[in-house]
């Protein structure tokens, strides 16, 4: 297969899923991008987790091919369908904080970069696979139960209001 193949192989079922037909729940290597959408109230938008309940921003991993804009961008409409307007890098992450292991067993490192922004449009709908719900916070009054892989993003966002 040439490289071309692989992407249109990878766009299809997507990269990670494939990579566990081979591997099972054993460690990968991702690239990870989120979002912080803020309202004009300056409110956090957070969504709530179907796998473990918890609250997290938008986010996923990169596709073969794509770029950290428009793994953010695709991210955010499947889950919530959002269009985004212009980004700003907020913080790049990486580290042992950023291994996490899913409900299901499977284990990902995923280093990866956050963005920020005000710019949003479109009526939010909850993918059903993946999110309970979306809910704008005030920084003084985030949930507790945060997802503990987005703690450390959110709270950081918190401080530098």
């Not at 596709?63 to 959002?82: A, P």
């Not at 993946?130 to 997802?147: A, G, I, Q, S, T």
């Amino acid at each position: 297969m040439k490289i071309d193949d692989y992407i249109e192989l990878y766009k299809k079922g997507g990269y990670i899923k494939e990579m566990r037909k081979h591997v099972g729940h054993a460690p990968i290597m991702t690239c990870a991008c989120g979002v912080i959408i803020e309202n004009d109230k300056g409110e956090i938008l957070l969504q709530k987790r179907q796998d473990n309940g918890c609250w997290a921003i938008i986010g996923g991993g990169m596709e073969m091919g794509e770029t950290f804009e428009e793994t953010i961008r695709r991210e955010t409409m499947e889950e919530s369908g959002l269009s985004l307007g212009k980004l700003e890098v907020f913080q790049l992450y990486s580290g042992k904080d950023r291994i996490i292991e899913y409900p299901n067993g499977d284990i990902c490192f995923g280093p990866g970069i956050v963005f920020i922004t005000r710019e949003y449009e479109g009526d939010i709908v909850n993918d059903p696979e993946e999110v309970m719900e979306h809910k704008f916070f005030k920084k003084n009054e985030l949930p507790e139960n945060l997802n503990e892989y987005d703690k450390r993003i959110i709270l950081e966002w918190a401080e530098r209001q």
